[in-house]
């Protein structure tokens, strides 16, 4: 099966990335530039990730938009940023006769983000499937918790994944992305390089 995974070098998008290939699918990545405060970052992880893992099968497209986020604490909504992100998932799937898309949205997002929950899930996959592709959110029901149990099963290198919404040399601690990030639960959160400094739980 072919899928394009929305892949923003954030934890669960890289742990989506993961179960795909570990699924056997022809793997496609796309990469969007929101003007986001933490852009720098993710790209960094981004190309990490590609480092270690990209092959010639699996492509790579990076998108920049003029799209920004709104509010600097909480949340930080960026109105219907999925839309857009499965939109352009959309135009490269049915254009290259690609089977799915993928996002990496979960349970953890359902209470602030709108379009993370299921009903929205479903109908941007209503809307692609006239296109001949289905959008999946293989980690929808997923918590955060149950989200490490599947990294560690497939063996994800923990240190890769950029999941702040800051793009500070660490993360900020703070944040709402820092606060649901799942490896605040590993043994050694705080004192490894990638995990914030001085603000652990
Ligand atoms: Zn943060």
């Known amino acids: 099966m072919k899928v394009v995974v929305l892949f923003s070098g954030g934890f669960d998008s890289i742990v989506l990335a993961h179960m795909a290939l570990a699924d056997g699918h022809d793997l ?9 405060p933490a852009r720098h970052r993710e790209y960094a992880s981004v190309a990490e990730w590609r480092r270690r893992y990209l092959s010639d099968e699996i492509r790579h497209l990076r998108i920049s938009l003029p799209l920004s986020g709104v509010g600097d604490e909480g949340p930080r909504i960026t109105p219907a940023r999925n839309q857009v992100f499965v939109s352009m998932a959309l135009n490269w799937a049915a254009a290259e006769r690609i089977d799915q898309i993928w996002i990496g949205i979960n349970a953890a997002d359902h209470a602030d983000y709108i379009d993370c929950r299921p009903d929205w899930l479903d109908a941007m996959d209503q809307l692609a ?7 999946r959110a293989p980690l929808i029901g997923k ?3 149950e989200i490490l149990t599947i990294a560690r099963d497939l063996d994800v290198d923990m240190s ?9 040399p660490r993360p900020c601690g703070t944040c709402n992305s820092c606060l649901s990030d799942p490896r605040r639960e590993l043994d050694d959160w705080g004192t ?10």
């Open 28 to 36: 496609n990545l796309l990469t969007l530039d929101y003007l986001h």
């Open 129 to 135: 499937r006239p296109w001949g592709v289905t959008v």
């Open 143 to 145: 918590t955060k918790d």
């Open 160 to 168: 890769i994944p950029w999941s702040c919404y800051e793009g500070q």
């Open 192 to 201: 490894r390089p990638w995990s914030p400094i001085g603000r652990v739980r």
